[in-house]
């Protein structure tokens, strides 16, 4: 279908044609509260099977990007397209049946369920979207390696683990695109490779992967590309190493850790 449009004589906007190539698109998408400019006409892609890293200081914006891109709060501007589909109007309810997805920040889990009931829950999600794979619960408990932990409570889990848990539900939800709000926060270090790895089965499967992360080291492994976020504003897009170099980048994150981090 993006070749369709690509290679059709009818004219497409930019915006449209941007999107035909990419699993999601924003352009020029910009955010206020009150006087306070939280994204300013910030445009980017990310590719199917791509993992891109979302960095910037503290307040710089990107928890406002993740809500404003999945539909949990509109824009004052600009446009967001799910592969050549325009879902800037649409909920986050509406953005989850083109195959749109999140994670937030301290998702831990109070309900009373196993790993295994909440599996069993989210397949039974009608789900519109003909993208990746199919898994049964017991298949993406393997794939995970969370099979010895599905018989346990969630909120008695590793945090860790309650996160891997909580991704395989959405696996079973069929993503298209996938934006996680720091999901190594809070997790030990012993299980940041196993996440990680969870993370990079999605990208596998052509799920388009979007991670806003403090964990830089963690970023830099995990991600093919960056961008960077100041005061709403993109100030860098392209390697992660070359972001941590980057004059116009460090002067962003003076007096907060970031090559320091990397380096240490
Ligand atoms: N609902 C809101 N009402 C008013 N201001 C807000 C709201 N949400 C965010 N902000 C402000 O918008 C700016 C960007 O916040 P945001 O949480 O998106 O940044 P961030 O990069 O995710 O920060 P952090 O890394 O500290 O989580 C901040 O100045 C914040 O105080």
Redesign the pocket.
């Known amino acids: 279908m993006a070749i369709d449009i690509l290679m059709s004589n009818e004219k497409v906007s930019p915006a449209r044609a941007v999107a035909a190539a990419s699993a999601i698109s924003c352009a020029k998408l910009s955010k206020s509260?009150?006087g306070?400019h939280?994204l300013r006409d910030v445009t980017f892609q990310i590719a199917p099977g791509e993992i891109l890293g979302i960095l910037?200081?503290?307040?710089?914006?990107?928890?406002?990007?993740i809500n404003v891109l999945s539909g949990m709060l509109h824009a004052d501007s600009g446009t967001v397209h799910i592969y050549d589909d325009d879902v800037s109007a649409m909920s986050m309810a509406h953005r989850a049946r083109y195959g749109l997805f999140r994670t937030f920040?301290n998702s831990r889990s109070s309900e009373e369920l196993t790993g295994y009931e909440l599996l069993r829950l989210a397949s039974l999600t009608p789900n519109k979207t003909k993208s990746s794979k199919t898994y049964t619960p017991d298949e993406l408990l393997e794939i995970f390696g969370l099979k010895r932990f599905a018989g346990i409570i969630l909120s008695d889990l590793p945090y860790g683990i309650q996160k891997m848990m909580n991704l395989a539900a959405v696996a079973l939800c069929r993503p298209k695109v996938l934006l996680l709000d720091e999901p190594f926060q809070g997790v030990a270090e012993a299980e940041i490779e196993r996440l990680s790895k969870v993370i990079r089965h999605f990208a596998s499967e052509g799920v388009a992967v979007g991670l806003?992360e403090?964990n830089v080291r963690s970023v830099m492994r995990l991600c093919n590309r960056v961008i960077v976020?100041d005061a709403?504003a993109m100030i860098f897009e392209g390697r992660g190493e070359d972001a941590v170099r980057d004059p116009v980048v460090q002067t962003a994150y003076l007096g907060q850790r970031f090559a320091g981090e990397l380096n240490g």
């Open positions: 509260f009150g306070l939280a910037g200081p503290n307040g710089a914006g990107k928890t406002t990007f920040q806003v403090h976020l709403g």
